[in-house]
């Protein structure tokens, strides 16, 4: 069984409980889109995930060895489409849309930036479509690593209507997957992990999957993989040119397992970098 796989088994028990509502959803204006930051999942992470975090970083960043994490959705709406980016385990994802009026047979379009369980567990069940006529785009990278493992079987019920594409790479000139809608090589947590970019009267943000997994430790000190990582070397490697970019471009940032509202600017810090949520 591939490196990676259980990540989905650390937030499984996880639940959304004891918040308000407007705590589980987080919107925001990105020229003509409007993008709503949903959380299926939050709850304690263990240090234990972190790779080369002694005890003295751990103190530093992360007294008690503790953190809190989520597992979040991105739903996009602009006035010609609506697009879904990654589907949680499944969980509360469809909740959170109807609360913005938004069904799942609304959706055109899910993208999803890699086949772990807790990004593509709101696929389908028992073997039927929950998005009954939306398309599906996946890294062919991404698509070709997973093919003879049992997660792909997630992908089975979209049939034909599985869309696979090379991403670009971070700098270079873009195509659109959809208007408005660009994919990243992110390569590293899987051999196909893409993030996404999305554009509009020249406003970005960069949706990054799960280029970082704990947050307090991974700005300051990008260099910390975690045992998730199919290649934690190569994970690093993009997070550092990734965070790079975003911080020199300005260009707002949000994530699978940054916590609430999970998107904002990244500036530098020292040898490292700082969040600056949202508000």
């Known amino acids: 069984m591939k490196q990676g796989i259980f990540w989905g088994l650390l937030f499984g028990s996880m639940a959304v409980q004891g918040f308000a509502q407007e705590e589980l959803i987080f919107s925001y204006k990105v020229g003509r889109f409007e993008v709503h930051m949903l959380v299926e999942n939050r709850g304690p992470g263990r240090s234990s995930i972190l790779i ?10 992360l007294p008690g060895g503790n953190f809190q ?31 913005l009026g938004v069904s799942p047979a609304d959706v055109d379009a899910v993208l999803i930036t890699h086949m772990h369980g807790d990004h593509i567990g709101g696929l389908q069940k028992d073997g039927r479509a929950l998005f009954p006529r939306a398309l599906v785009y996946l890294a062919r990278q991404e698509r070709e690593y997973w093919a003879n493992q049992s997660v792909a079987s997630s992908l089975a019920p979209y049939r034909d209507r599985i869309r696979t594409f090379v991403p670009g790479e971070l700098g270079s000139r873009l195509e659109e997957l959809l208007p408005g809608i660009s994919a990243i090589a992110a390569f590293g947590h899987t051999p196909g992990h893409t993030a996404f970019l999305v554009s509009s009267e020249n406003q970005s943000l960069l949706i990054w999957g799960d280029l970082m997994h704990v947050m307090d430790i991974q700005f300051p000190r990008p260099d910390i993989s975690v045992t998730y990582d199919v290649d934690p070397v190569a994970a690093a490697d993009i997070r550092k040119k990734i965070l790079a970019y975003v911080a020199a471009n300005n260009i707002p940032i949000a994530g699978m397992h940054l916590i609430y509202p999970a998107l904002g600017t990244v500036s530098a810090q020292g040898s490292g970098y700082r969040f600056n949520a949202a508000r």
């Open 69 to 99: 994490s989520e597992v979040n959705t991105f739903l996009i709406r602009s006035p010609e489409r609506t697009i879904v980016v990654d589907t949680g385990f499944g969980t509360t994802i469809f909740d959170s849309m109807n609360r």
């Open 52 to 61: 080369g975090a002694d005890a003295a970083l751990l103190q530093q960043y």
